[in-house]
Structures are given as structure tokens and as C-alpha cells.
């Protein structure tokens, strides 16, 4: 189609690293911007008065339903290149995506009902902070799973219905809910004033304290899982490169903490994007270059060439596209929520 004829072992190479990358931004990207305002929902149900729920809610109004963009973007990038790895994870993991998508659902609706009504108001409180909790907790199942693996014969699924359901997908379930739940603390701190900001802080140090004893439980857990994980993280010298990671994520979980004694604003958030971000790198160091572990890799899944490259036009021009309206969309509606909400406005300022 492309005319590369003997070029296109290079790029049968290149071209599933690549698309293996742009996909893990895009998995990252929602992580991050969906992760903070999943975790104001998880946080809502706890927030002591009418006004807190307001506020916390008014801060992430503006840039919700952007932040989910990158979630249809690495599904789609899925399915667009690495067919043979979307047709095993969907049949083995639909149950907690629909859950999660029905979760995200309710949390939609609620955003738009809540603010119209008054009498069914507590009942769009509920399916907000339970939307986000559901979600949370689905898509930490769908991680553990995916660490897990999954049983295959060649592009067909043959587990069972309930395979992605144990101990270990049950533990990064509730990890991520610890998470989501410190992203969100940490954007309440950035995002509100007042007593509302000083009982973000104190929610904000509790859920560090369990993501950090989630994080390492399952840590510990991760190398046995799969004998070739094993021995990537303790075989020589690969451990001597890879101790650093352990050593900065307590380091950041540490700074993290001190910010959030000392009252610092903005930087308990990145912080904590920081703590995600370094989660992140250990799964891929772990799992890489399987992205149906523990058998199949990129360049087994990965659609022809021609198919790749088509797809990486739509996605270069999207993937800007996305970056460039989130770093607007937050831009515009910077700064802090007022303490008094008037009218339909988002009252920042």
C-alpha cells in the first residue's frame, strides 16, 4: 500500500514500540486527569457540609468530561492497532468494564442533575461518590488482572467469565481507590481555601499513608507472580539499575508528605502525580514488551503494517490535538474555587 517494500521489516519492528508508547501515554494521561477528579467523588460522601461538596465538585466540573478523552483514546488506539490484544482483554474483562462504564455513567449524569435539583440533590451526591468509587475499584481489578495475565490459544481467550477475579486483582482494587483518593485530596488542597483545604490536608496524609502500604504489598507481590518478572527486577545487574525506583518513590512519598505538614498548594499535587507516574514505570519494566502477558507481545498482536500506519495519521493528529485542549481547559479555568458559590457560574479565582 505504502510502497516501503524491504523497509517494512524495520518498520514491523519500530512501528509496535512506537504505537506500544503513544498507547501508554494515553493510559497514563487518564490515569493522571481522571484519577484526581475519580477521587473527589471518592472523597465527596466524607466532605462534612453542603458548601465543601459544592466547591469540590464546581473544580472539576469545568474539565471532567475532557479528562476522559484519553480514555477513548487508548481504547481506540487498542483496538485500531493491537486487534489481537483488545479480542483477548475484552472477552476477560468485560465484567469490570461495564461496571466501570456504568459507574462513569452515573457520575456523568450526576454532574449535570445535581446542580438543577433540590429535592433529589443527596441522590446525586450518592451515584457521584458511588460512580467514582465503582470505577475506581473496576479499574483497579482490570490492572490486576492484566498484571496477572490471562489464558489464551493463540488469538482466542479460554479462561473463564470470573478468571480476572482474585486476591491479588481484589488488592490493586482497593490500592487505586487509596490512589485516586490521594489525587483528589491533593487537588482539593491546590483547588480550595479555608477550612475546606485544612480537612483536604488531613484526608490528603491518610490516603498517602494507604497507597503507600498498597504500593508496597503489592510490589512485594508482582515479582512472584510470573517467573520472568522475578527475574527482571532481582537478577544482575538489572537490580542495580532498577533499585533507584524503590528509593525515589519514598523519597517523593516522603517530600509528599512534608509539603502537605508545611501547607504547601500546588506541588503536593504533582507530587503525587509523581507517585503514579513511578508506579507506572515499575508495571512497564515489569510486563514490557507483553501487552497480553505472560505470552503475547507487541510485534504478535500488532495489525500489518499498512493498518499501522494509517492509524498513526488519525492518532497524530488527535493526540496533539488532546494535549493541546487539556493544557487549555485547565489554563482557563485556573486558580482557586471561591468559598461562596453564586449563580451557574465555576467560581474560580
Known amino acids: ?67 476522559e478523552t484519553w480514555l477513548i483514546l ?61 470505577a475506581t475499584f473496576a479499574q483497579g481489578i482490570v490492572l490486576g488482572a492484566f498484571i496477572q495475565g490471562f489464558s489464551n490459544d493463540g488469538r482466542q481467550f479460554t479462561g473463564g467469565t470470573w478468571d480476572f477475579l482474585t486476591p491479588f486483582s481484589l488488592l490493586t482494587g482497593v490500592s487505586l481507590i487509596f490512589g485516586y483518593g490521594l489525587l483528589g485530596a491533593t487537588w482539593c488542597v491546590m483547588k480550595t481555601t479555608g477550612e475546606l483545604e485544612i480537612w483536604a490536608r488531613r484526608m490528603a496524609v491518610r490516603f ?39 528509593l525515589v518513590t519514598a523519597y517523593t512519598a516522603y517530600r509528599l508528605f512534608r509539603d502537605l505538614e508545611e501547607g504547601r498548594h500546588v506541588r ?32 504478535q498482536t500488532a495489525n500489518t503494517v499498512d493498518s499501522q500506519l494509517f492509524a498513526l495519521v488519525g492518532f497524530g493528529i488527535a493526540m496533539p490535538m488532546t494535549f493541546a485542549y487539556t493544557a487549555y481547559a485547565y489554563y482557563v479555568f485556573r486558580g482557586k474555587v471561591a468559598e461562596e458559590i453564586r449563580g451557574g457560574g465555576y467560581g474560580l479565582h
Open 268 to 299: 503536593p499535587f504533582f507530587l503525587a502525580i509523581g507517585l503514579f507516574l513511578l508506579g507506572y514505570l515499575g508495571l512497564g519494566i515489569s510486563l514490557f514488551p507483553y501487552n497480553v502477558p505472560p505470552a503475547l507481545t507487541v510485534w
Open 1 to 67: 500500500m505504502f510502497g516501503f517494500g524491504t523497509e517494512y521489516e524495520g518498520l514491523a519492528f519500530w512501528l509496535p514500540l512506537i504505537w506500544a508508547a503513544l498507547i501508554a501515554v494515553a493510559i497514563a494521561m487518564y490515569v493522571i486527569v481522571d484519577g484526581f477528579d475519580l477521587g473527589v467523588g471518592i472523597l465527596f460522601r466524607a466532605a462534612g457540609h453542603e458548601n465543601w461538596r459544592d466547591r469540590m465538585m464546581f473544580s472539576v466540573a469545568p474539565i471532567w468530561d475532557g479528562n
Open 208 to 246: 498517602l499513608i494507604g497507597t503507600i502500604i498498597a504500593m508496597a504489598i503489592v510490589s512485594i507481590w508482582v515479582p512472584f507472580l510470573e517467573r520472568h518478572i522475578e527475574a527482571r527486577w532481582f537478577s544482575w545487574p538489572n537490580i542495580a539499575f532498577l533499585a533507584p525506583i524503590p
Open 74 to 134: 487508548g481504547g481506540g488506539g487498542l483496538f485500531a492497532v493491537f486487534h489481537v490484544a483488545y479480542a483477548i482483554l475484552m472477552p476477560a474483562l468485560y465484567v469490570p468494564i461495564i461496571l466501570m462504564l456504568i459507574a462513569l455513567i452515573f457520575r456523568g449524569v450526576a454532574f449535570e442533575f445535581r446542580f438543577k435539583s433540590e429535592r433529589s440533590k443527596f441522590l446525586w451526591d450518592y451515584a457521584f461518590h458511588f460512580g467514582s468509587l465503582i
